[in-house]
């Protein structure tokens, strides 16, 4: 219990100073402890910054009625964004 603490910590401050994948993780564990609110602001970060895993989390939790359709858009959107930026 006690390292799943821990590691939750370092997921968390990783995520903070921009670590895309840590972002995602900490959204995971959030929606697994049914923090959705919470758990949806780190997909949307994390799918602006061109995390494709969390651009279809998104999507999946937007089918599952926990994303408004306007949150959805703009994930999609930013993730769009990123991989174009990205590629130039």
């Known amino acids: 219990q006690q390292d799943k ?3 939750v ?3 968390a401050k990783a995520a903070m100073q921009g670590h895309v994948s840590c972002r995602f993780n900490v959204g995971h ?3 697994v402890k049914g923090n959705y609110d919470r758990a949806v602001r780190h997909f949307m970060i ?3 910054m061109g995390h494709e ?3 279809e989390t998104i999507k999946n ?3 599952a009625g926990f994303v408004t359709k306007e ?3 703009e994930a999609l959107k930013g993730y769009q964004d990123a991989v174009e930026e990205m590629k130039s």
């Open 53 to 55: 895993k969390s651009a």
């Open 71 to 73: 949150q959805h858009a």
């Open 5 to 7: 603490a821990k590691a």
């Open 61 to 63: 939790l937007f089918t």
């Open 46 to 48: 994390s799918a602006k």
């Open 29 to 31: 564990i959030e929606a």
């Open 9 to 11: 910590e370092f997921y």
